[in-house]
């Protein structure tokens, strides 16, 4: 990515939020390994170096292998990623500049980076039939889920934002990397931040011949880097819809780089009338999506047509196929080539076949459910 290698080395940057401004249940955990490991071919010493950090509005886990500690380094190409492009609250962050010119009817140039995510996005927004949609910004405000007390919005006002949500209304145009957009419609890639931050520390750490591998989390997306010093494989826990942060219903192994995302409805929500609101949105009803799932994950390898954006992609897909449910969920994948597993609300597990032999069941409550 060209902002990456346009950075100057040891360049100063702005720093992010020092302490963890709230609790994030994390969707799915790396599972520790000890530290200062001896590498595979016994010869070069590899460190562990490991920190926690909040950023992105959400908790950043860095563990590094290698003989270079850049965590720093990552969390501060984070926490740009977050004020310079993709911030709603940052006025000058490239989205909120390309939303106030849109919004007052002008084409609008982009930035590479920001054309190439947007073109990703909707790509998503199209084969998921708008399950995803990146318009969808307003409807998330008028819930203010993550607000200090949610209560279900008016019906009228739902409406009223519906009425803008549509990815329909974006256009892009690749020779000149310009948008345009109908009135009304605002475009929002929140909801795959920290899949593009997955990509972004992905290419940093291909730069860095001092790391041998890397595990990055940033909320609920997770990228696995390179190799363990021990050669053994990254192991990603996938979150227990019901239970308290920390209990796994299961775990996937991974080798290599890759990414892996979970959206799930127990990570922000509230109850009203008994009822349970989540943050995972039906664009075509503007209410939390009913398809009958509990969480999503899906695994984008580094490798193939999407290899450049397999965060992005992890990301926008676990929210895709959570709001399409598992039967449409699982087309979606096959269509991009991923892989995921499923869990529903009566506690059935589906695992894509490429990911079989990788996942293992860790808790008792759950079934894996007979392939066909
Ligand atoms: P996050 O990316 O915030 O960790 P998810 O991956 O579960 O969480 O995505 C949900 C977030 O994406 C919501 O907080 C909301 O901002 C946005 N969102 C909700 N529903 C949709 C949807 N159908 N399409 C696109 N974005 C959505
Ligand atoms: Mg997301």
Known sequence: MRRLQ??????????GKAAFLKK????????????????????????????????????LQETVYGSEDVTEDIRALLSDLETEELSWREEESEVAQINARCGAGERVPMSDDFYDWTAVSLDLAQKSGGAFDPTIGDMTRLWNIEGENPTVPPQADIDEALSHVGYENIQIEEAGKTIAMGAGCTLDLGAVGKGIACDVAREYLKEQDGVQGAVIAVGGSILTYGSKPDGTAFRVAVQNPDEENGSYMGVIDLTGTACVSTSGDYEKYFVQDGKRYHHILDPATGYPSESGLSSVTVVCPDAG????????????????????????????LEQYGMEGVFIDKDH??????????????LSEDYVIKESE
């Open 348 to 361: 059935q597990v589906t695992v894509t076949e490429g990911l079989r032999d990788s996942f293992s069941l």
């Open 24 to 59: 994030t249940a994390l969707a799915a955990a790396f599972l520790a390994v000890p530290a200062g490991i001896l590498s595979g071919c016994g010869t070069k010493e590899a460190e562990t170096f490991s920190v926690t950090n909040f950023v992105m509005d959400t908790v």
């Open 6 to 15: 346009q950075r100057a080395p040891g360049r100063r940057l702005i720093r």
């Open 305 to 332: 047509e999407w290899k450049e954006y397999a965060g992005l992609l992890s990301d926008g897909l676990c929210t895709a196929c959570f709001v399409l449910g598992e039967e449409k969920g699982m087309e979606l």
